[in-house]
């Protein structure tokens, strides 16, 4: 078995912890849609795989570990970390002002979501994808 085998299956025993696929994908911040994939036949790529890890706060790589997983769904997803929070949403806010974007809270507290992440996996985004995810996400 190589490690996307690996990955689906351990992925396989998460979802199995839940009522629905859909609420595994809601606790991810992912689609439904995209999530079936994962656990049906796309592989996962290790950005994925870490950030699924992170997401419910479990140890890094034990997604990439062959063998029985102990998997808590009660456990809380882990501790915000309030200063790069902090940065996503200053980083949101700034990009808006200086493009002089109409946003809405929501739609910036989405693009805040998506660049806390980065923050927290140490891959920062330029003002350019910024720019551009918020842009993607403004309702016309």
Same mark, same amino acid.
């Given at each position: 078995?190589?490690?996307?085998?690996?990955?689906?299956?351990?992925?396989?025993?998460?979802?199995?912890?839940?009522?629905?696929?859909?609420?595994?994908?809601?606790?991810?911040?992912?689609?439904?849609?995209?999530? $079936? =994939? *994962?656990?049906?036949?796309?592989?996962?790529?290790?950005?994925? %795989?870490?950030? &699924?890890?992170?997401? +419910?706060?479990?140890?890094?790589?034990?997604?990439?570990?062959?063998?029985?997983?102990?998997?808590?769904?009660?456990?809380?997803?882990?501790?915000?970390?309030?200063?790069?929070?902090?940065?996503?949403?200053?980083?949101?806010?700034?990009?808006?002002?200086? $493009? =002089? *974007?109409?946003?809405?809270?929501?739609?910036?507290?989405?693009? %805040?979501?998506? &660049?806390?992440?980065? +923050?927290?996996?140490r891959e920062i985004p330029t003002r350019?994808?910024?720019?551009?995810?918020?842009?993607?996400?403004?309702?016309?």
């Amino acid at each position: 078995m190589n490690v996307h085998d690996i990955r689906r299956e351990n992925l396989k025993k998460i979802a199995a912890g839940y009522k629905q696929q859909k609420d595994l994908a809601d606790a991810l911040g992912m689609a439904p849609a995209y999530l $079936n =994939n *994962l656990i049906s036949f796309k592989n996962m790529g290790e950005r994925t %795989a870490r950030n &699924i890890e992170h997401s +419910l706060g479990l140890p890094a790589y034990c997604l990439d570990q062959n063998g029985d997983m102990v998997v808590d769904n009660d456990k809380p997803s882990g501790i915000i970390d309030s200063a790069k929070l902090a940065e996503a949403i200053e980083l949101v806010e700034s990009v808006v002002s200086e $493009n =002089n *974007l109409s946003a809405t809270e929501s739609e910036k507290a989405v693009v %805040a979501a998506i &660049i806390y992440e980065d +923050l927290i996996s140490r891959e920062i985004p330029t003002r350019k994808e910024l720019l551009r995810m918020l842009r993607v996400r403004i309702t016309k």
